[in-house]
């Protein structure tokens, strides 16, 4: 098992930046792959970053790519979001979520932490 809890969200004019964190708890961080997703309303959950179980390999969807860094801390159990660039499209919850044991399957999420960019 795996409890996650995000935090850093807030709101934010166009052009910032903004870290979140998830921190992690349970199984050894070290032994799994982290991501990151978002949820605007009234729209479906999507992909935003991932990233192994060293740090050695980060993904991104494809709106973020340029803007957002995902990285971890496997000391502190932690996977960070590094947002810059933000856009009014970047509005959303945000949920970090962990690779249960089925290899690219996220089982384990985050209760979210809410984003808002203003225009």
């Known amino acids: 098992q795996v409890h996650l809890v995000e935090s850093g969200g807030g709101l934010v004019q166009a052009g910032d930046s903004l870290r979140l964190s998830c921190a992690a708890s349970?199984?050894?961080?070290?032994?799994?792959?982290m991501g990151w997703f978002r949820q605007a309303p009234g729209k479906e959950r999507d992909f935003v970053a991932a990233i192994n179980w060293s740090g050695g390999n980060t993904y991104y969807g494809h709106s973020v790519k340029g803007r957002f860094t995902i990285s971890r801390d496997n000391a502190k159990n932690t996977v960070y979001l590094q947002m810059n660039s933000l856009k009014p499209e970047d509005t959303a919850v945000y949920y970090c979520?962990?690779?249960?044991?089925?290899?690219?399957?996220?089982?384990?999420w985050g209760q979210g932490t809410q984003v808002t960019v203003s225009s």
């Open positions: 979520a962990a690779e249960g044991s089925t290899q690219g399957r996220y089982d384990y």
């Open positions: 349970g199984r050894t961080f070290s032994s799994y792959a």
